[in-house]
């Protein structure tokens, strides 16, 4: 029974302390607010860092919601490719470090070539990248990408994060509504940083060989997409250092073929 009460006290004051930090940092407009509102306030951002899978999977449902309400996302009605899609993922959400939990792949009415995912096991596919692959394992390493960032939990720590440099106040104070707005507005508009990408690069690449892919297709469909005439494909302007990424990845199947 100490032990349990030492430890509450020992999170509250950290909470206390982050609280304070972060308020002298961004000074708020708003009215004062008790110190015991700015306790439980600090308390409720650090339960807030360690979401469960079944709290992310009823999050990722609310997104997957707000990003066809707010016409984002406008879903393909074809139901074969829709089919063809959701047996390719599913094969690889199997084998994936995070197979206990459902999984959604969707197929995007967009000619843009583009992927992406959020929290909860939803993947969407454009159109426009659907058609730019060759083959399937090169449509394969897209959602074994995607698939990666979703095991490695990219989009709570990118929601989390953004919701911070707001203001630990109005973080902590975000009712699920708000946060899943601000996770619809994220899933379009924030890039992942580099080191998620090449997380989810290494896990996606050792995921397509594990589900019995040719593992080289995710580095050619990069390669090919760097090498397209034109514009910028959407897919390479979301995910960063392409270059870098190419490289770690020969270097991953150098370590495994040798």
Same mark, same amino acid.
């Given at each position: 029974m100490r032990l349990i009460f030492c430890r509450f006290w020992l999170l509250t004051i950290i909470s206390l302390l982050l609280s304070l930090s972060i308020g002298i940092i961004n000074p708020q407009n708003s009215s004062a607010l008790s110190w015991m509102d700015l306790l439980f306030r600090g308390v409720q951002v650090i339960q807030l860092s360690t979401i469960s899978p079944q709290q992310e999977v009823a999050i990722g449902r609310q997104i997957n919601q707000g990003l066809l309400e707010s016409g984002k996302v406008k879903l393909s009605k074809d139901a074969r490719i829709n089919q063809y899609v959701q047996e390719i993922g599913q094969q690889l959400a199997a084998t994936s470090d995070r197979p206990d939990i459902p999984y959604t792949f969707q197929v995007v009415r967009d000619n843009s070539i583009n992927a992406f995912a959020t929290m909860g096991g939803f993947v969407y596919l454009h159109? @426009?990248?659907?058609?730019?692959?060759?083959?399937?394992? #090169?449509?394969?390493?897209?959602?074994?990408?995607?698939?990666?960032?979703?095991? @490695?939990?990219?989009?709570?720590?990118?929601?989390?994060?953004?919701?911070?440099? &707001?203001?630990?106040?109005?973080?902590?104070?975000?009712?699920?509504?708000?946060?899943? &707005?601000?996770?619809?507005?994220?899933?379009?508009?924030? $890039?992942?940083?580099?080191?998620?990408?090449?997380?989810?690069? /290494?896990?996606?690449?050792?995921?397509?060989? /594990?589900?019995?892919? #040719? $593992?080289?297709?995710?580095?050619?469909?990069?390669?090919?997409?760097? &090498? &397209? @005439?034109?514009?910028? $494909?959407?897919?390479?302007?979301?995910? $960063?250092?392409t270059n870098d990424r190419i490289l770690a990845l020969q270097k991953q199947l150098n370590s495994v073929n040798n």
């Amino acid at each position: 029974m100490r032990l349990i009460f030492c430890r509450f006290w020992l999170l509250t004051i950290i909470s206390l302390l982050l609280s304070l930090s972060i308020g002298i940092i961004n000074p708020q407009n708003s009215s004062a607010l008790s110190w015991m509102d700015l306790l439980f306030r600090g308390v409720q951002v650090i339960q807030l860092s360690t979401i469960s899978p079944q709290q992310e999977v009823a999050i990722g449902r609310q997104i997957n919601q707000g990003l066809l309400e707010s016409g984002k996302v406008k879903l393909s009605k074809d139901a074969r490719i829709n089919q063809y899609v959701q047996e390719i993922g599913q094969q690889l959400a199997a084998t994936s470090d995070r197979p206990d939990i459902p999984y959604t792949f969707q197929v995007v009415r967009d000619n843009s070539i583009n992927a992406f995912a959020t929290m909860g096991g939803f993947v969407y596919l454009h159109t @426009g990248l659907i058609k730019t692959t060759d083959n399937e394992a #090169e449509l394969a390493s897209v959602i074994a990408h995607e698939i990666g960032h979703i095991v @490695g939990r990219h989009s709570i720590t990118q929601l989390r994060n953004t919701a911070l440099a &707001q203001g630990l106040l109005s973080a902590a104070g975000l009712e699920t509504k708000n946060w899943v &707005q601000l996770a619809v507005n994220l899933a379009y508009s924030l $890039p992942n940083s580099r080191k998620d990408e090449l997380e989810a690069d /290494r896990l996606g690449l050792t995921n397509l060989a /594990r589900a019995g892919y #040719e $593992p080289t297709a995710m580095i050619s469909f990069m390669q090919k997409l760097t &090498q &397209q @005439g034109g514009s910028t $494909p959407t897919i390479l302007s979301t995910h $960063p250092a392409t270059n870098d990424r190419i490289l770690a990845l020969q270097k991953q199947l150098n370590s495994v073929n040798n």
